[in-house]
Nanobody, 115 residues
């Protein structure tokens, strides 16, 4: 059974940095892509960024040049390095993997940026 466990969220001040991690277990073959989404209060879940098995990355315009996604294939883990955080980055961040024919989601981790 595939499970995703996220960690690294918390409270940070304007301009600060955080790194989120998401470890996948129950993995037998290669994960096609790993990524992050977020959902702010009262808003729909939105795409943040993704990284493919080959290492190609794609980011939402709102986070480009501030956020960096990386992955450790051996550990089936994806990271989200967030710099220059803004109050509008406050949200629950969800890990997502594309594995086989399915998408799997983590439980979410709260990121709060104070001004």
């Amino acid at each position: 059974q595939v499970q995703l466990v996220e960690s690294g969220g918390g409270l940070v001040q304007l301009g600060g940095s955080l790194t989120l991690s998401c470890a996948a277990s129950g993995i037998i073959f290669s994960i096609r892509a790993m990524g992050w989404y977020r959902q702010a209060p009262g808003k729909e879940r939105e795409f943040v960024g993704t990284i493919t098995y080959g290492g190609s990355t794609n980011y939402a315009e709102t986070v480009t040049d501030r956020f960096t996604i990386s992955r450790d294939k051996a550990k089936n883990t994806v990271y989200l390095q967030m710099n220059s955080l803004k109050p509008e980055d406050t949200a629950v961040y969800y890990c997502n993997i594309q594995y086989g024919r399915n998408d799997y989601w983590g439980q979410g981790t709260q990121v709060t940026v104070s001004s």
